[in-house]
T-cell receptor, first 115, second 114 residues
Framework: GESVGLHLPTLSVQEGDNSIINCAYSNSASDYFIWYKQESGKGPQFIIDIRSNMDKRQGQRVTVLLNKTVKHLSLQIAATQPGDSAVYFCAENPEPVSGYSTLTFGKGTMLLVSP | ETGVTQSPTHLIKTRGQQVTLRCSSQSGHNTVSWYQQALGQGPQFIFQYYREEENGRGNFPPRFSGLQFPNYSSELNVNALELDDSALYLC?????????????FGSGTRLTVV
């Protein structure tokens, strides 16, 4: 079946560096994507989202890029801090099917930030 | 505004037993979704409840069932537990069922089946 997946399972960076986390999706009909951060012992926390009519969206220290041509998403974190260490997931939230909407998650990337 | 709370936080069960997990939705939210997250994997959609009825289901067998109560809280029941049911079970509440509505996740229940 179709799924959302990630290229890199682990990304190690130094504090202050910029981080880039990538995600490939296979459902060409997908039109809404969300990035989540999951810290140990916690549930996923919303970071930023983007719709398919956009190719870039910026938040506080985070930017999401969407390339629909190659079905690729990326999350850029500026000036990465130790508190950014977590697992990051991209998720696909397609148009409702049969009256409901769900999230389809990729496997996740572990971001490790060294001081 | 209260967030999503799940109980218990950890649970150990024996293969073949039954388990009930509980979720209190965020204030103002009327929809609850349950997800299973195996170690090292992303969450997988189990089912969603809206207005006390299941209105969507992922690729999980019937021994996974649920309930939603008038106050929008929810339960996930798993019968005849199998070793592969060991996972983190996440509850997410939202307002409505449409695309783009914010989901708030609880911290999950860690279920271990031995």
């Amino acid at each position: 079946g179709e799924s959302v997946g990630l290229h890199l399972p682990t990304l190690s960076v130094q504090e202050g560096d910029n981080s880039i986390i990538n995600c490939a999706y296979s459902n060409s009909a997908s039109d809404y994507f969300i990035w989540y951060k999951q810290e140990s012992g916690k549930g996923p926390q919303f970071i930023i989202d983007i719709r398919s009519n956009m190719d870039k969206r910026q938040g506080q220290r985070v930017t999401v890029l969407l390339n629909k041509t190659v079905k690729h998403l990326s999350l850029q974190i500026a000036a990465t801090q130790p508190g950014d260490s977590a697992v990051y997931f991209c998720a696909e939230n397609p148009e409702p099917v049969s009256g409901y909407s769900t999230l389809t998650f990729g496997k996740g990337t572990m971001l490790l930030v060294s001081p | 505004e209260t967030g999503v709370t799940q109980s218990p936080t950890h649970l150990i069960k024996t293969r073949g037993q039954q388990v009930t997990l509980r979720c209190s939705s965020q204030s103002g939210h009327n929809t609850v979704s349950w997800y299973q997250q195996a170690l090292g994997q992303g969450p997988q959609f189990i089912f969603q409840y809206y207005r006390e009825e299941e209105n969507g289901r992922g690729n999980f067998p019937p021994r996974f069932s649920g309930l939603q109560f008038p106050n929008y809280s929810s339960e996930l029941n798993v019968n005849a537990l199998e070793l592969d049911d060991s996972a983190l079970y996440l509850c997410a509440s939202s307002l409505g069922q449409v695309q783009g509505i914010g989901y708030t996740f609880g911290s999950g229940t860690r279920l271990t089946v031995v």
